[in-house]
Nanobody
Framework: QVQVVESGGGLVQAGGSLRLWCVTS????????AAWFRQAPGKERDFVSA????????NYADSVAGRFTISRDNAKNTVYLQMNSLKPEDTAVYYC???????????????????WGQGTQVTVSS
């Protein structure tokens, strides 16, 4: 059984920073691409950022490009999302998602990821 657990959410003022992380554990899950999605109340789940297993390829939604940085430490089975210059519109539940295997172009669709965490709340006050 694979477990994906996000941490690091919280309340921050606009302009502030937060760092989310996601730990994957369970059965052997050696190589996987990873992504972050978010869902605000009453809205669909949106792509935020993704990274390949090697870390060589990353992708960002236009709304967060230049403010967020995704990274990973495969020795710790951990994926990070550094969020800077946060805005009230970044308020959402943030989900980490994994997909077994890797590809040259990291997927951005939610249905391409099979393993999800329970989410962590990020609230940005104005």
């Amino acid at each position: 059984q694979v477990q994906v657990v996000e941490s690091g959410g919280g309340l921050v003022q606009a302009g502030g920073s937060l760092r989310l992380w996601c730990v994957t554990s369970g059965r052997t899950f050696r190589i996987y691409d990873a992504a972050w999605f978010r869902q605000a109340p009453g809205k669909e789940r949106d792509f935020v950022s993704a990274i390949t297993w090697s870390g060589d390829e990353t992708n960002y939604a236009d709304s967060v490009a230049g403010r967020f940085t995704i990274s990973r430490d495969n020795a710790k089975n951990t994926v990070y999302l550094q969020m800077n210059s946060l805005k009230p519109e970044d308020t959402a539940v943030y989900y980490c998602a994994n997909r077994l295997g890797t590809s040259r172009t990291v997927p951005t669709r939610a249905d391409e990821y099979g393993y999800w965490g329970q989410g962590t709340q990020v609230t940005v006050s104005s």
